[in-house]
C-alpha cells in the first residue's frame, strides 16, 4: 500500500497545501500554502485545471505563498490562458510582498484581474 499523499507519486510533504472553499455553485476558492517552484507548480497546475474545469468562477489565493519561482509563474499564467479560453473567469489574491514582487518584477501583475483578498475577489465574481 502506498502511503504517499500526492497523488503523481512526488512526495512534497509540508512545502505545499491546497484548500478548496466552495462559494456556491459556480465559485470557489483555491487557496495555496507554501512554496511554489519547479517540484510543486505541477500540482498546482493539475488542481486549477480541476477547478477550472468544474466552476466558471475560480479565485486563487496566493496570500500564504511563501515562494513564486519561475515554474510556478509558468502555472499561472497558463491557467489564465486555459481559464480564459474556457470562458472561465480567474481571480489572483496575491497578498504577499512575496507574490506581488514576482508578479510585478516579471511583468505579469497586469495579465490577471487581481483582488486585494478573497472577499473583494468574490464580491467581483459575484
Known amino acids: 500500500m502506498n502511503d504517499d499523499p500526492c497523488v503523481d507519486g512526488t512526495d512534497v510533504g ?3 497545501r491546497f484548500d478548496v472553499i466552495d462559494h456556491g455553485p459556480d465559485i470557489r476558492v483555491l487557496h495555496v500554502v507554501g512554496e511554489l517552484d519547479t517540484l510543486t507548480a505541477p500540482l498546482l497546475q493539475t488542481r486549477l485545471l480541476e477547478q477550472q474545469a468544474e466552476v466558471g ?4 489565493d496566493l496570500s ?3 515562494f513564486l519561482g ?3 509563474l509558468a502555472v499561472l499564467v497558463g491557467a489564465k490562458d486555459d481559464a480564459d479560453s474556457r470562458g472561465c473567469r480567474l481571480w489572483l489574491v496575491p ?3 512575496i507574490v506581488r514582487r514576482a508578479l510585478e518584477a516579471t511583468g505579469l501583475m497586469q495579465l490577471f484581474t487581481t483582488a486585494d483578498g478573497v472577499p473583494e475577489a468574490l464580491e467581483a465574481a459575484r
Open 14 to 16: 509540508e512545502i505545499i
Open 57 to 60: 468562477h475560480v479565485v486563487l
Open 64 to 66: 500564504d505563498v511563501t
Open 70 to 72: 519561475s515554474a510556478g
Open 95 to 97: 497578498g504577499s510582498r
